[in-house]
């Protein structure tokens, strides 16, 4: 199920709240593009921007969590590097199997309901203790 951003997954600190709502915006364009067999182009472009926003969005919160010496950071980039490597082997798939909507399901399985979780379990750590720290 295709998820609109929602002021539910604030964290509070409009820059990464931006971000998150660019992250929502490329996820509903891979999946329609992975649906759009006769778009092979289309789909690596997606990847291609997904992985570019990820990484940007990554850096940036990586940033915020140093400026506010956030504890758990180690950790917290040990989960990007996974979504990373999730992303490459749903790259390599579409690359060795083609579109289809196992792999579209698959890519929104990995966009949106991590980003979700990912938000609502790590994300809102890292504002609650910067905001404790303010």
Known sequence: MLRDWSDVYSVGIPEIDEQHQGFFA????????????????????????MRHYADSH????????????????KAHQALHVAFFARL??????????GPSQDLADRALDLTQDWLVEHIADEDVLYALHARSRS
Not at 58 to 73: C, G, I, V
Not at 89 to 95: F, I, Q, T
């Open 88 to 97: 490459d082997a749903l790259a390599e798939d579409l690359a060795t199997f």
């Open 58 to 73: 990554f850096q940036a919160e990586e940033a915020f969590m140093r400026k506010h010496d956030y504890p758990a950071l």
């Open 26 to 49: 490329a996820s509903h364009r891979l999946y329609e593009q992975i649906l759009d067999r006769d778009a092979k182009q289309g789909v690596q472009e997606a990847l291609a921007f």
